[in-house]
């Protein structure tokens, strides 16, 4: 059995999904037929129930890759296989501040959000009224949007957030903002940033460079998927294989020399992995 207000995923004979905040009186209306919420309720996760007209309907849990994958989009999404990583760099957790901005259709929104929990807060900035609104009615459609305050700030006032624990920009010129970041987050904090050319990152670690930013790393993630057909297992013919660049570091105090050269930057190096 299902409890009142639980996120559930309906999945319909075509494949098609229907993300629904539980409500035991809502009636769920589909291409197949009229679906009773009492129904979902009763039979509870993994269980298939029945329209009005028949049509079989699993009731499933859906996972924070169905929610992002799910986003009514108008903008590109950053994908699960970045958005992975971002939130592993960045620590997000429960109870995290964490500052982002250029929320778009709200894709890694979503993931800060579902990681920072109900005693966690996502602070979005997104200039274009209608992304942030687009960004909102995503949220909404799954129950998470009392954890993220989406403003229509422009980022080059500052952030207007103090402590933060964390931050990522999906801008385009990231490198303007720079000057803002100390004073939104805490010593030591990690950011993040995603970039779709070679030409903006190399804009951006030149701006960074002798700032207060430490253990740069620069990167970019490439999954190849394979047909799961035991006979005959290869790779599948499309990919998804360049979608950005990521540049993660952590906030410190500027460091120079005796004579005020500044320098350079404390680059974060892959260490050896050995066997104990």
Not at 107 to 125: E, H, K
Not at 183 to 199: H, K, S
Not at 261 to 266: Q, S
Request: with cysteine; charged share 25%.
């Amino acid at each position: 059995m299902i409890e009142s207000g639980q996120l559930v995923m309906l999945v319909s004979p075509k494949g098609k999904r229907y993300f629904r905040v539980l409500q035991t009186e809502d009636i769920l209306n589909t291409n197949d037929g009229q679906l009773q919420m009492q129904n979902v309720v009763h039979q509870g996760y993994g269980a298939v129930v029945y329209t009005h007209l028949g049509r079989a309907y699993t009731v499933l849990k859906p996972t924070l890759y169905d929610l992002i994958k799910s986003v009514k989009r108008r903008t590109q999404i950053i994908y699960p296989k970045d958005i992975g990583y971002i939130i592993v760099k960045l620590g997000i957790g429960p109870g995290c501040r964490v500052i982002e901005a250029g929320c778009g259709s709200g894709a890694l929104t979503t993931a800060l959000a579902w990681f920072a929990g109900n005693s966690g807060q996502v602070y979005s900035f997104e200039r274009r009224e209608e992304f942030a609104a687009l960004c909102r009615e995503n949220l909404e459609k799954i129950g998470l949007e009392s954890r993220v305050k989406i403003a229509g700030r422009d980022i080059a006032q500052g952030f207007g957030v103090k402590d933060a624990d964390a931050l990522f920009l999906d801008v385009r010129t990231p490198w303007e903002y720079l000057e803002h970041i100390p004073e939104a987050l805490i010593p030591g904090a990690p950011m993040g940033f995603l970039l779709p050319t070679v030409n903006q990152v190399s804009t951006l670690l030149a701006a960074m460079q002798g700032g207060p930013f430490s253990s740069v790393e620069v990167l970019e993630i490439i999954v190849r998927r394979y047909k799961p057909v035991p006979e005959r297992l290869r790779p599948e013919d499309r990919m998804v294989a360049h979608t950005g660049y990521l540049i993660f570091a952590r906030l410190g105090a500027a460091s120079g020399q005796d004579d005020g050269e500044p320098a350079d930057f404390i680059f974060e190096q892959e260490k050896e992995y050995v066997e104990p």
